[in-house]
């Protein structure tokens, strides 16, 4: 039988496919910690600004601003980083689908040539059969 000559192409592309999802994998998790801080931080707004509510020293009042200040800073930077890695994932998954277009076309191609041979292979046997029929029908007319 015929060997499909492409067979190392066909892992590459496996292969790349693989490493393109693992990416995409590692930038989901990284999403889903920036996701993680930034809902702690939104707590942690939420609770400075009850706290502030509850100052009385003008002082104390002044750090907690200035704290409660810092945090919106943090939170809008989580925010951009996430934009990012949302990006990110968008190009990842574009990169992943190229690479599965890629894969499958090479398993459609192997498909076909394994269909092929198959073709051939029942060609050539029903030709063997055909001459071993017309054999013992020219023995029996002897």
Do not use: C, G, P, W
């Not at 995409?24 to 809902?39: F, G, N, P, Y």
């Not at 599965?100 to 092929?116: G, Q, Y």
């Amino acid at each position: 039988m015929k060997k499909f000559k492409l067979e190392t192409l066909l892992k590459l592309r496996k292969n790349e496919e693989n490493a393109e999802m693992i990416k995409l994998s590692e930038l989901k998790k990284i999403r889903e910690e920036q996701t993680d801080m930034l809902v702690e931080k939104e707590k942690e707004l939420r609770k400075n600004i009850e706290d502030l509510r509850n100052v009385k020293d003008e002082f104390i009042a002044q750090n907690a601003e200035n704290y409660i200040k810092q945090i919106i800073l943090d939170i809008d930077v989580i925010k951009k980083e996430i934009d990012v890695t949302d990006k990110k994932i968008e190009e990842q998954k574009i990169m992943l689908n190229n690479a599965s277009v890629n894969r499958k076309k090479i398993e459609e191609f192997k498909k076909r040539f394994l269909e092929k041979i198959k073709k051939e292979e029942e060609n050539k046997e029903n030709k063997n059969l055909e001459e071993f029929a017309i054999a013992i029908f020219n023995r029996r007319r002897r």
